[in-house]
C-alpha cells in the first residue's frame, strides 16, 4: 500500500483545489445569512431598513470585500475545472490558475475601489 506523498501539497494544483473547495464551504455557509436578511424585506421597511443601516459599518464593508473575493476564487477555480474537463489539453496549465487567481484579485480590488468612491 502506498503513503500519501507530502510532496504533493506543494503542487499548485492541490492549492487551486483547496481554495475552490474551501471558498465553496465559505460560500454556502453565507447563504443562511443572506436568505435571512432577504426575508427582513419580506417583514416590512422599517425592518430592512435597519439591516440596512447596521451594514453601512466599515466592518461590513470589509466582508462584503471578502464575500466577492471568495466568489472570485471560486468562480476561477469553476472555470479552471471546466477547461480542464472539456478543454483539448489534459493535465494543469499553470498560466490558467494563474490568470484565474489574477481574475479574482483584479474583481475583488475594483469592488473594494467602488466601495471606496
Not at 447563504?31 to 461590513?60: C, K, M, N, V, Y
Not at 471578502?66 to 480542464?84: K, T
Request: hydrophobic share 55%; with cysteine; glycine share 12%.
Amino acid at each position: 500500500m502506498r503513503r500519501n506523498d507530502a510532496r504533493a501539497r506543494n503542487h499548485p494544483a492541490w492549492w487551486a483545489y483547496c481554495v475552490h473547495r474551501l471558498s465553496g464551504l465559505a460560500l454556502g455557509l453565507f447563504l443562511p445569512l443572506h436568505f435571512w436578511a432577504l426575508s427582513l424585506a419580506l417583514q416590512g421597511e422599517a425592518g430592512l431598513d435597519g439591516f440596512l443601516r447596521w451594514t453601512d459599518r466599515p466592518l461590513f464593508k470589509l466582508a462584503e470585500w471578502g464575500l466577492v473575493l471568495l466568489l472570485g476564487l471560486h468562480l476561477a477555480g469553476g472555470l479552471r475545472l471546466l477547461l480542464i474537463e472539456f478543454g483539448p489539453w489534459s493535465g494543469l496549465r499553470k498560466n490558467a490558475l494563474a490568470l484565474g487567481a489574477g481574475f479574482a484579485v483584479a474583481v475583488s480590488l475594483a469592488f473594494g475601489l467602488a466601495l471606496l468612491g
